[in-house]
């Protein structure tokens, strides 16, 4: 029930394209659910988040949709660009702690 | 700028050695986390701590230890007990309002 399922575990999309990664989670006790990019070397930073009371959240080209009957949240990267190439953590927290529980990433390659 | 800094930066460990970690923030935040990534694995919490003198085992403690004398320093030791320590370990913090944790750029720790 911890569990945060995503996928796929690697994409690769011509630039321009739109780019999906998907999360699937069990516990409806989470209540908040981040996406974070990570380049090589470095840590993850925050991409977008979103509660379950909402079912979509746009931030410039990055679109979280969120099912909340389905347990499913997802990550659109419209208009994909090089520089978006990275991979991408999906997250969930549940209400009563401060702990993540991660996804196991999606590495998106990005070809011009 | 506020921020979290890990150092150092590349380590490694000889057979039988402990080796510490060192996460410093300063950006006043009340709780702080250490997580080891492996490839296809996501991020793994091994220890975290939400106030000063106090800490919490997270899913992978076994072979770690770490101690939170002060609010901006969370160092973690990886012990001789840790037979597999190769890894890239991220630091993290959050606020006392639980908002998203932030990440420094990690410390990838290798065996010679």
């Known amino acids: 029930q911890q569990q945060v399922k995503q996928s796929p575990q690697s994409l690769i999309v011509q630039k321009g394209g739109i780019s999906i990664i998907n999360c699937a989670y069990e516990?409806?006790?989470?209540?908040?659910f981040p996406w974070y990019q990570q380049f090589p070397g470095k840590g993850p930073a925050l991409l977008i988040a979103?509660?379950?009371?909402?079912s979509e959240k746009k931030e410039g080209r990055f679109t979280i949709s969120f099912n909340k009957s389905a347990k499913q949240f997802s990550l659109h990267i419209m208009d994909s660009q090089p520089g978006d190439s990275a991979t991408y953590f999906c997250?969930?927290?549940?209400?009563?702690?401060?702990?993540?529980?991660f996804g196991t990433g999606t590495r998106l390659q990005v070809f011009p | 700028d506020g921020g979290i800094t890990q150092s150092p930066k590349y380590l490694f460990r000889k057979e039988g050695q402990n080796v510490t970690l060192s996460c410093e923030q300063n950006l006043n935040h009340d709780a702080m986390y250490w997580y080891r990534q492996d490839p296809g694995q996501g991020l793994r919490l091994i220890y975290y701590?939400?106030?000063?003198?106090?800490?919490q085992k997270g899913d992978i403690a076994e072979g770690y230890s770490v101690s939170r004398e002060k609010k901006e320093s969370f160092p973690l030791t990886v012990t001789s007990a840790q037979k597999n320590p190769t890894a890239f370990y991220l630091c993290?913090?959050?606020?006392?309002?639980?908002?998203?944790?932030?990440f420094g750029d990690g410390t990838r720790l290798s065996i010679l």
């Open positions: 993290a913090s959050t606020s006392r309002d639980r908002g998203t944790q932030h």
């Open positions: 979103i509660r379950p009371d909402v």
């Open positions: 516990n409806t006790a989470f209540d908040y």
């Open positions: 701590s939400q106030i000063v003198n106090d800490f």
């Open positions: 997250a969930a927290r549940r209400g009563d702690t401060d702990k993540l529980i």
